[in-house]
């Protein structure tokens, strides 16, 4: 990956600076008479630098300083600071290498940055030592040498921490710096700062005993590799012993975690995820489960990041879990570009390479439940020793697993007899089948796990309707009366043979049938069982999987045994039905009135009209037709007696009144009389096709009249049937349609008044929550003051403003304006709040929040709508604000020295337009005195009482150079009031907001 603009050009400025001066200023002859000395000291300091210690992933410390400086002490600040220059250019190269980087910016950015450092570093604290005072080469331990070399030192400690400071910061942010700081000090002082005067020991020896010629400095030299290798061995013993320590106490700790989390396990799939992935320190950790007969995978669950990813579906099994099922052993590739795996595997996760890579079984005993994958984007971060770990923690899973399934197996037995045992309270207390069978079937597919149940009931024809379901699709079909014919795939299959049949494999069985839609594709097995009252069937019980032999004889016992209650269940509904008919009818013929009366709603007042019409007169069809006075037509609005077909027909019928038609429902409104039509096929007031689609014959129409207007018709029919209506069922009629058009009526202007109160309180709601978005309080900042007011110009308001308490004392400012009003403004003005807020307090700059926004807006917003909004950050420390305007108005700015008012530059676009939006990102500085004055165009468009003139932003500007010197709440005041003068009480019909930050003169104003 090619490191970001800033950090590559101070990188290459630093490196090339430095060692441009050192070639520059180096004098060749003095460089070529201590050659081989440059070169012995190059050589050690190498050395010594990879015997350094980590103190973090990425972060070395050694003694390398001590070879440097030495160098710098016994040649001078040129010809020495090549001893640090190269040794370090030569490292940090062939540890680039080593690591894999073969981008050639990223393979020498960080030598050349380091060897021109250590040029400048080496350069600057030789001159402060020969500055001070000291004698290069030095002679001895004299205290003229003392203040000297210790400020070389600390130059020299000084240059180096900020240079690598500066490069880190850009490397991975200041609060990453800051973090790295923390852990990083105290090695760098004791590792790196304390050895620094053994510099001058190996300068003095150097120069006193010979140089290179006398053992003396070479057992100097030796014994400094070798304490700075001891040092590295106890470094790295310490951490293993630390990490050791750290996985023993998150094993034991895991142990009892599973221990609690007892026959949970998703439970304990969460504590492998999560213990892998601490202990490990690893980038993503996968578990997967294997199906019982192994061929399948059933459950897979990530950690990656900071969430957690699970995928249920049953899908075929990778080559990695393959492998693992028939080689269940530990696999570790601790560097995926070297090593070969023994199967495919795509290394690939969240737009990164795995490096390194673990592969662990899940064990119960000998069998192999699963897998444990764990992947690391550093090559060498995964070993044996992870592995051990890692199969302790799989292998305690492993366990409890095996435990949850075993325990699930008993559960499942039990559950088996509890619902025979609730099934059959259930047939004894209810007697509805539409409320029983759904909840039947449910409970079945709940307990059981199957993918479908299905109950069908055999009907007059001998058809099986689908009479409950638990597909997705079940009620539509139980609405449109879907059926299976008989023997018609499995379920007809049974029903003729009045036989079980049960198929492992329905990809085999010619008598599979799939139901209706093809919505049953997904089934691979299916058991059929039928439901026999005496020798009658009555209906079937039909259960699917999707899984190929899912179902056994225990299976096939139980759902015989439970069929056998619902069969019972239908018969005793029916029984119960037949006599409900009949004292519903004699009932409902002495109550039709009151039974209208208590209808609440419209529909509910249709159903009953057509329904009473069918049952108390004994008619095969009744239909409800609504006028429509603004359309002046009739329109379909609900029937009884037809089929699903015609059903349908019905629903999209209309008559309009207009001038030149002549029909039925025309003649209905001239006379406001019942319109008796004998014979509906040859008369010239029905359309002969509806007549001919309806199988219309002896019809009537009542008019619906309610005080004096018409509100519908009702219909009635006898189907094919032309039989006339009597005298006497006339008469019924009539009062079932007096009686409907009152219910009618009534229930339209209960749903208007009831639709008015609901809107009223929804909005009032609305503006409760809404105005509960915004800031209770202002925030005390010493220093500062502030005021704000939000004004919406509906129940609710697309404005909003928010002021968030950042850390290191800055205090962030948002002002937001949605491109609509009313309700859905306000919805998108709640969903912008929540985004922006949380990505001003998770994004460091201003930028990064607003463009973050405007993504996630994108993604989550499925509207027209955007919002313009201006997102500044107020340093209270020094007044410094960084912001970006996405196409707001340009707050104003008040310079208290000048008295100007200026609108802030730099302007972006709305954000919810475009994706992957860059916006500019400004700065200014808030002096004491100064105002900065935030606002949306409520005010400067804000209309006069003619409607013809704006209030205007140079208006805005009068009033804040007129009043801002006083208080935040003050100048707030003083520009609302400017406002509503200038309107003279003209409606106001924007949303209107207005923050204003004043910082103080002094402390205590």
Wanted: aromatic share 8%; hydrophobic share 45%.
């Amino acid at each position: 990956m090619r490191p970001p603009l800033p950090r590559l050009i101070f990188s290459f400025a630093v490196g090339l600076l430095g060692l441009g001066v050192l070639v520059l200023l180096t004098d060749g002859n003095a460089l070529r008479a201590h050659l081989l000395p440059i070169l012995f000291f190059t050589l050690l300091s190498f050395i010594v630098k990879r015997a350094g210690v980590y103190s973090g992933p990425d972060t070395l410390h050694s003694l390398v300083g001590i070879v440097d400086l030495a160098a710098i002490f016994i040649f001078g600040p040129l010809t020495g600071a090549w001893v640090p220059a190269m040794s370090s250019l030569l490292y940090i190269l062939i540890n680039n290498l080593e690591y894999g980087r073969r981008n050639l910016i990223a393979l020498f950015e960080s030598p050349i940055f380091n060897a021109g450092l250590k040029a400048l570093m080496g350069i600057a604290s030789g001159s402060v030592f020969m500055a001070l005072g000291g004698a290069l080469p030095p002679l001895d331990f004299g205290i003229v040498n003392l203040l000297p070399s210790a400020a070389a030192m600390l130059v020299w400690f000084g240059l180096d921490n900020l240079g690598w400071a500066i490069w880190e910061t850009m490397r991975i942010g200041a609060r990453g710096f800051f973090k790295l700081f923390r852990d990083t000090l105290g090695a760098s002082l004791v590792v790196e700062l304390a050895p620094l005067p053994f510099s001058m020991v190996i300068a003095v020896v150097y120069t006193e005993f010979g140089g290179l010629t006398r053992p003396i400095f070479i057992l100097l030299a030796g014994g400094l590799v070798l304490v700075a290798f001891v040092i590295q061995r106890y470094a790295i013993i310490q951490d293993r012993l630390q990490r050791h320590t750290r996985e023993l106490a998150a094993l034991n700790e895991f142990n009892q975690a599973v221990a609690h989390a007892g026959f949970d396990a998703d439970r304990v799939i969460e504590l492998l995820l999560d213990y892998t992935r601490r202990v490990l320190n690893a980038d993503l950790v996968r578990v997967e489960l294997f199906s019982a007969d192994r061929d399948a995978l059933t459950v897979r669950a990530e950690a990656r990041g900071d969430a957690l990813h699970w995928q249920r579906e049953v899908a075929l099994l990778s080559p990695a879990l393959v492998f693992m099922r028939d080689n269940p052993a530990s696999l570790v590739a601790d560097d995926l570009r070297q090593r070969k795996l023994p199967f495919e595997f795509d290394a690939r996760f969240e737009h990164r390479l795995a490096r390194s890579a673990l592969f662990v079984p899940l064990l119960a005993g000998e069998d192999v439940s699963g897998m444990v994958t764990v992947l690391s984007a550093r090559s060498r971060a995964l070993g044996m020793t992870n592995a051990r770990t890692l199969n302790v923690l799989a292998g305690q899973a492993g366990v409890a697993i095996e435990n949850t399934r075993l325990y699930a197996v008993e559960r499942r037995r039990a559950t088996q007899l509890a619902i025979v045992s609730d099934v059959s309270g259930k047939v004894a207390q209810v007697l509805e089948l539409e409320e029983l069978l759904p909840k039947v079937a449910h409970e079945i597919q709940d307990r059981f796990g199957y993918t479908h149940v299905h109950v069908l009931v055999e009907q007059e024809n001998r058809d099986l309707l689908f009479f409950a379901s638990t597909h997705p699709l079940g009620e539509a079909w139980r609405q449109r009366g879907e059926r299976m014919r008989y023997q018609e795939g499995i379920i007809g299959w049974v029903a003729a043979h009045a036989e079980p049949l049960l198929v492992p494999d329905v990809t085999k069985e010619p008598r599979y049938a799939p139901g209706p839609d093809n919505a049953l594709s997904d089934t691979r097995s299916e058991l059929g069982v039928p439901l026999i009252i005496g020798q009658r069937v009555v209906g079937v019980l039909d259960v699917q999987s999707d899984r190929t032999g899912a179902f056994n004889d225990e299976d096939l016992f139980v759902m015989r045994t439970l069929g056998a209650q619902i069969a019972i269940a239908i018969e005793n509904s029916r029984l119960f039905e037949a006599q409900q008919v009949e004292a519903y009818y004699l009932n409902t013929l002495l109550n039709v009135a009151e039974n209208l009366a208590d209808q609440e709603s419209l529909a509910d007042a249709l159903t009953t009209i057509v329904t009473l019409t069918t049952l108390l007169v004994g008619v095969k069809r009744a239909a409800v037709f609504m006028y429509h006075p603004v359309e002046r037509e009739f329109r379909a609005g609900k029937a009884y007696g037809l089929s699903p077909r015609l059903l349908r027909r019905f629903e999209r019928l209309r008559f309009p009144l207009a001038h030149p038609t002549h029909n039925v429902f025309t003649e209905l409104w001239n006379t406001r009389e019942p319109v008796a039509i004998g014979n509906a096929r040859t008369s010239d007031l029905i359309r002969p096709q509806l007549a001919e689609l309806f199988e219309l014959e002896a019809v009537v129409l009542f008019p619906l009249i309610a005080r004096g207007e018409m509100v519908g018709a009702l219909g009635v029919d006898q189907g094919r049937d032309a039989q006339h209506f009597s005298p006497e069922e006339m008469r019924v009629l009539t009062g079932i349609a007096n009686q409907a058009a009152v219910a009618i009526e009534r229930a339209q202007l209960d749903e208007q008044a009831e639709q008015k109160k609901r809107l009223d309180h929804e909005l009032g709601l609305a503006r409760q929550i809404q105005t509960s978005f915004l800031p209770h309080h202002m925030p005390h900042l010493p220093g500062y003051d502030i005021a704000a007011t939000w004004r919406a110009a509906r129940e609710v308001s697309g404005d909003f403003y928010d002021l968030i308490r950042l850390q290191h004392e800055r205090l962030g400012m948002v002002v937001a304006d949605v491109s609509d009003k009313g309700l859905p403004a306000a919805l998108f003005m709640a969903l912008t709040r929540t985004i922006i807020r949380t990505m001003a307090i998770g994004k460091p700059s201003p930028r990064e929040a607003m463009e973050r926004a405007n993504d996630v807006i994108i993604a989550d917003a499925q509207s027209d709508m955007f919002v313009t909004a201006f997102y500044g950050v107020l340093d209270t420390t020094d007044g410094s604000i960084l912001y970006v305007n996405a196409g707001h108005n340009p707050p104003l700015l008040y310079h208290y020295e000048s008295g100007t008012v200026h609108p802030l530059p730099e302007h972006g676009i709305a954000l919810g337009i475009l994706p992957n939006m860059e916006q500019p990102q400004a700065h200014v500085q808030l002096h004491p005195g100064d105002v900065i004055v935030l606002y949306t165009d409520g005010i400067t468009d804000a209309l006069d009482l003619s409607g013809e003139q704006e209030f205007g932003a140079p208006r805005l500007v009068e009033v804040i150079q007129a009043h801002a010197s006083k208080s935040a709440q003050a100048l707030t005041d003083e520009i609302m009031h400017a406002v509503q003068a200038f309107t003279q009480g003209a409606p106001q019909f924007d949303d209107l907001t207005l923050v204003v930050v004043k910082r103080k003169l002094e402390i205590g104003d």
